[in-house]
């Protein structure tokens, strides 16, 4: 089992900054990546950033020169330092965690809402 804890998010005007952070507990010794997706209201929950055990990171094109996924030195906590934020940026953003081959934990989500 891991445990996800989530903090971070809120409100912000358009083109400001925000940053997440999200911190995993438990059997870590298994988690393959951590990352995170973000839902929209009537939108399906997308990619945001994700980075592998390995370092390899990817970012959704939307995001790309604005967000910067990052972690501490342990593995056990994953960033998210959104900049230049614009109102698509809205969303719930949930932490992300998959753990061996098969298991996927989900952190509870934080609203991030960015007003114009």
């Known amino acids: 089992q891991v445990q996800l804890v989530e903090s971070g998010g809120g409100l912000v005007q358009a083109g400001g900054s925000l940053r997440l952070s999200c911190a995993a507990s438990?059997?870590?010794?298994?988690?393959?990546?951590m990352g995170w997706y973000r839902q929209a209201p009537g939108r399906q929950r997308e990619l945001v950033a994700a980075i592998t055990s390995g370092g390899r990171i990817n970012y959704a094109d939307s995001v790309k020169g604005r967000f910067t996924i990052s972690r501490d030195n342990a593995k056990t906590t994953v960033y998210l330092q959104m900049n230049s934020l614009k109102p698509d940026d809205t969303a719930v953003y949930y932490c992300w965690v998959p753990v061996g081959s098969t298991s996927v934990y989900w952190g509870q989500g934080t609203q991030v809402t960015v007003s114009s």
């Open positions: 438990g059997s870590i010794f298994r988690i393959s990546a």
